[in-house]
């Protein structure tokens, strides 16, 4: 198995799915599918008629697919439009076009205007038809965050504390990597540069691709060389 390949199946074991584009190949941003999905769920939560089971988030075509301006994440997928896929059970309260068709608005709006994502499409497939209707589910606030590993020192150190500075990041993770990792990138006309991958958690009440540019303009600008920066968003919370 490739590094890429190892690196995947460990992503999916922990449960945060394909790390999915943010913006456009210039934005320097991804998101984890777990992170997108569970806001995508409590967007939609407490919508009557509907309930959301199965929720996927991929490509939406690999011909639409654009090369990132900075070095991705290991095994991430290249910018470009994504594809919501959802298996849904529903009520007969009102008619299935009008359900499907306020669920797939909701879906849509929360990926592009909370997340930041390109959708192209949102694909609904109905696997139950309910006699009653049931009450909108209650909100359970998730389980504490892990807390982030060792004490960085320097540049990360540094780099640390200018992405904390930045309005909707709640705190740094590393539930893929270091929270702050740096490391010499070879090109092949250019001098090699320094390149910077931080991981962060995001509130809720900020679009997750407005914060990770931030991110990543204040680190380049904390550091000496200005490296380029890549942000993985891991939770929006």
Do not use: C, F, K, N
Request: aromatic share 2%; charged share 25%; no cysteine.
């Amino acid at each position: 198995m490739t590094a890429d390949g190892w690196t995947s199946a460990v992503r999916h074991q922990l449960g945060l799915g394909r790390l999915l584009p943010l913006g456009g190949p210039r934005d320097g941003a991804w998101i984890t599918e777990a992170a997108a999905g569970a806001v995508l769920r409590r967007a939609v939560r407490q919508m009557e008629g509907v309930r959301l089971d199965a929720l996927r988030i991929a490509s939406a075509d690999s011909a639409g697919v654009d090369e990132p301006a900075v070095p991705p994440p290991p095994g991430a997928l290249p910018p470009g439009p994504v594809r919501v896929t959802a298996d849904i059970a529903v009520y007969a309260s009102e008619p299935l076009p009008a359900t499907a068709s306020r669920l797939r608005s909701a879906l849509a709006i929360a990926a592009t205007e909370r997340l930041g994502l390109v959708v192209s499409e949102v694909d609904l497939r109905v696997t139950a038809l309910l006699d009653e209707e049931r009450e909108p589910e209650a909100v359970r606030p998730g389980p504490e965050p892990p807390p982030v590993g060792a004490a960085q020192h320097g540049d990360e150190a540094r780099a640390t504390v200018a992405a904390l500075s930045v309005a909707g990041v709640t705190r740094l993770t590393d539930v893929v990597g270091r929270a702050v990792r740096l490391e010499e990138r070879e090109h092949a006309t250019a001098l090699p540069h320094r390149h910077a991958r931080v991981e962060i958690a995001v509130s809720a009440h900020h679009r997750a691709l407005d914060v990770a540019r931030q991110v990543r303009a204040a680190v380049s600008e904390a550091l000496r060389d200005h490296p380029t920066v890549t942000v993985l968003v891991t939770a929006v919370e």
